[in-house]
């Protein structure tokens, strides 16, 4: 067995494809398990029908079918026979174009898109308003001396506050008897104004949460390739979350609009780094005496 030829057939081999454009997985499968018994230059493979049905699990028409359909694609060419089996030599020398990766990527973020909006779409169908939750003022959910005024959120307490420095009395301040704890949202996304998170632990009334971005492993990756150690990822990537969290807007393409963040990132470091360094400024404060003098003359009585 040679692993030259099996890798070749593993990875490097074009994909043939179907009358419908869909990958030939046959054909790939007869043409790995063909590999498995060329030389190092992809020649003198001649295994027999029976051996690639054993080794592929397809019935014998089916294998025979892929051989032709390999053949027709110039993958294998037959050179001989021995034995009553044909010897085929394998076309190392053909590759498989290098976007075929990168479709499959783009085919897997555009389901990752379209799974996120599902998601979403799900989400907000589930969110009903129930006639049975209602608001009523009661007295007995008053406490006393809180006054319920349409026109103020909170209630509010007078007091007189007398300013001692000029003695003069300040207006009758409006005071907040309770006010709530205000904490700015976090990225893993923190519960907003101490009100409760959405189903999915999400900050509620963020659309970049609810549009689902993610930092994929390809866009690491296309961070660390274009600009290197120069910008912390995580950080950036977390300071573009929180920031569009605060805006609460919304983005056609979530993943272009965090290239355009790091671009402009990697150009702010880059300019701070090409800053000339502050020169340091002399002090002009109060500087203690030291003439041997005058200290003597002090010690002596002064």
């Known amino acids: 067995m040679s692993h030259e030829a099996v ?18 997985t046959t054909a790939r ?4 398990a063909l590999a498995e018994h060329a030389h190092k230059d992809g020649s003198n493979a001649h295994p027999s029908v029976l051996r690639l049905q054993y080794r592929t699990g397809y019935d014998r028409r089916t294998v025979q079918r892929a051989l032709r359909r390999n053949e027709a694609g110039n993958l294998i060419k037959a050179t001989g026979e021995t034995n009553g089996r044909t010897i085929w030599k394998l076309a190392l020398h053909l590759k498989r174009p290098a976007s075929d990766w990168a479709d499959l990527e783009r085919a897997e973020e555009d389901e990752r898109q379209a799974a996120a909006e599902r ?14 939750v209602t608001v009523t003022d009661s007295p007995s959910v ?12 909170h209630a509010l307490e007078m007091r007189d506050v007398t300013h001692s420095a000029s003695g003069r009395h300040a207006l009758n301040a409006a005071l907040t008897i309770s006010q709530p704890s205000v904490q700015p949202p976090t990225t893993p996304g923190a519960d907003v104004g101490g009100g409760a998170a959405g189903r999915s632990g999400l900050a509620q009334n963020a659309p970049i949460d609810d549009d689902g971005f993610v930092l994929t492993d390809s866009m690491r990756r296309w961070a660390v390739d274009t600009f290197g150690a120069a910008l912390d990822i995580d950080f950036e990537t977390a300071q573009f979350i929180d920031h569009h ?22 150009k702010w470091a880059s300019e701070r780094q090409q800053r000339p360094p502050l ?9 203690p005496y030291t003439n041997p003098t005058d200290v ?7």
């Open 29 to 32: 499968g007869v043409l790995q």
């Open 119 to 132: 998601k979403r779409r799900s989400r907000s169908k589930t969110v009903t308003h129930s006639p049975s």
């Open 7 to 24: 890798k070749w057939a593993m990875d490097d081999a074009p994909m043939l494809l179907t009358d419908k454009g869909k990958p030939d």
């Open 245 to 266: 969290r605060a805006e609460g807007r919304r983005r056609s393409n979530w993943p272009a609009e965090w290239q355009k963040w790091i671009r402009r990132s990697a």
């Open 279 to 287: 020169r340091a400024v002399p002090s002009t404060g109060w500087q």
């Open 296 to 302: 003597s003359a002090y010690s002596n009585g002064f």
């Open 142 to 153: 008053t406490d006393g001396g809180v006054t319920h005024s349409p026109s103020v959120g």
